[in-house]
């Protein structure tokens, strides 16, 4: 009898452990929903992109927290049949890549041939999504731009809008540079696994800056009279310290792994 019950409660627990980890799957498929509403307001003759962007920041929470979720209820022992990592590429890919950039066409914020700026932009990012040594954990990095064009669209948006033609350039000039980083052996921190302290830091900066983005997006793509060009501007001390400490600890770290030093 006791042996039974032993049997049973350890087969209780096998089957929630299962139904756990492929609930972690549903979060991390639950994002397309997310990105079919942001391409579906792409796609209407009444645009409001602040509604993209509201959709894509749903998506983005979710993409934060899945992973966490996924190695501490170790989702590939239990539910090794389904590959959560191919669904997040997918769910990121058009999320971080495709939809934002279909905006940034939609809303003619680049000069010239944008279709064509827009992409070279996505194929670059495909090619870091295609990259095996795209994520070494191990390590705490990402090789390579890690394809945030969520973000840069939504900085772009801001910059066309408020000055002009000069902006559309300049927001042009930083797309060529980051795709550019997305192909070349740079590393960027990659905040879920970076060694602390940097994860802590790294993490809470993470927060306050988005807080500071969501309180443009109700004026979205003009800036609020509340100073909001300082905003804009201030905000951006968030990236600048990712990419300095991203180079520092790259440079510090260089040959620790395999892919260290490895590009394509």
Known sequence: MFTTDLKDRSERMRLG???????????????????????????????????????????????????????????????????????????????????????????????????????????????GFANTSAKQTEQGFFLGFPSLWNVVAYYVGFIAVEYGAAGSYASLAVLFVLAVLTLLPVRFVYPNQVAMPWRAVVTVGGVLWLVVLLALLPSFPTLPEWGGEWVLWGSLVFPAFYFGLSGWLDWKNRGDGPDGSSGL
């Open 17 to 127: 452990r299962k139904a756990r980890a492929y609930l972690v799957h549903i979060l991390t498929a639950s994002g397309v929903a997310f990105a079919f509403l942001a391409m579906a307001e792409v796609v209407r003759a009444d645009l409001d992109p602040r509604w993209v962007f509201g959709w894509l920041a749903l998506a983005v929470l979710i993409d934060a927290a899945d992973g966490p979720l996924a190695r501490a209820w170790d989702v590939k022992s239990h539910a090794p049949r389904i590959v959560g990592g191919t669904i997040d590429l997918i769910v990121d890919y058009l999320t971080f890549t495709f939809i934002p950039l279909v905006l940034v066409w939609r809303m003619d914020w680049l000069p010239g041939w944008d279709g064509l700026w827009v992409t070279l932009v996505m194929v670059a990012s495909l090619f």
